[in-house]
């Protein structure tokens, strides 16, 4: 874990034994995984600074000494707020992850469209004087609950993305599904494509892109004859737990575009993303955020 100080627009990075001996360019580009786009702006501004100082980028560094890289500057936000109160669920100088209500967008679907969570985050920003604007790393559906993660400056994004990108940033959820489920735990590896015959709605097809979904049942409920799953993503395709789950017999209670039964006392489908496993960006300490289940 590196060890790491916020001064003004610094992240002072403390060099750690293993990376004594490198230059400031090779730092930049194999460790701390800085995007081109950036390392020229810091390049061309003379922005980054090694023992306070401006140091030619190819002097080579020393464990114990300090590395400055401006990756807390100012920036406009071009989001319009939207005061929602907020349930956060982790919070620090990078990144927040906030726990989503069912029934709000992650962010706007067009420009008219300006009371999502983004939104709701950017008024955040603007009430706490964080002068950049609120990144969102990956999604949730507009009826799905539970824990999204944002990042609160440009590096931050950059590093998460990739760390999405890559696989690294496990999401898990927990679906209340109609019938009783037999099998212990499963995986459904099943492509999901676009439904032809109806906008919005996805289907398992051989055409699709691949899509994996690991599911362990948590609590059989026989009375309502619903069942309690958590589902790990190895993909994140638009509806895939969804899809996966009524492939296999059991729809989302709710769920009627999927064939899940109305429930008197449930909202919409019953779908919640109660935990997220990732590595802080910067001090790469691993992190396990989660989010209260809705229901039991």
């Avoid at 600074?49 to 190819?58: A, G, L, N, R």
């Avoid at 099998?183 to 899509?211: C, F, L, N, W, Y």
């Avoid at 899809?243 to 059991?250: A, C, D, F, N, P």
């Amino acid at each position: 874990m590196l060890e790491i100080n916020k001064t003004d627009k610094f992240a002072n990075i403390t060099i750690p034994d293993k990376w004594n001996g490198k230059t400031i360019e090779d730092l930049l580009k194999d460790e701390l995984h800085v995007p081109k786009k950036m390392v020229h702006q810091w390049r061309m501004n003379k922005s980054l600074y090694y023992k306070e100082e401006t140091h030619p980028w190819s002097v080579k560094i020393t464990a114990g000494e300090t590395l400055s890289i401006p990756i807390y500057e100012e920036e406009e936000n071009p989001i319009p707020p939207f005061d929602l109160p907020l349930s956060i669920l982790y919070e620090d100088e990078d990144i927040l992850v906030i726990n989503k209500p069912a029934g709000l967008n992650t962010h706007p679907v067009n420009e008219k469209d300006t009371k999502t969570l983004l939104n709701a985050v950017s008024h955040y920003f603007l009430v706490k004087g964080i002068q950049t604007k609120p990144r969102h790393i990956h999604r949730l559906d507009k009826d799905t609950s539970g824990a999204i993660l944002f990042a609160k400056h440009a590096y931050a994004g950059a590093l998460l993305d990739a760390a999405l990108a890559e696989g690294l940033i496990k999401r898990t959820y927990a679906a209340l599904v109609c019938g009783i489920v037999q099998k212990e735990a499963g995986t459904v590896d099943a492509p999901i494509g676009r439904d032809r015959h109806r906008a919005g709605k996805m289907r398992v097809s051989p055409s699709g892109k691949q899509a994996i979904t690991h599911y362990k049942v948590i609590k059989r409920m026989k009375p309502d004859h619903l069942t309690l799953v958590s589902c790990r993503l190895e993909t994140g395709r638009t509806h895939q737990i969804r899809v996966h789950m009524s492939h296999i017999g059991h729809p989302l209670a709710g769920d009627v575009l999927y064939g899940g039964r109305k429930y008197a006392h449930m909202n919409g489908q019953t779908l919640h993303a109660y935990r997220l496993n990732f590595l802080q960006p910067l001090t790469r300490q691993k992190l396990q955020v989660e989010s209260p289940l809705p229901w039991s």
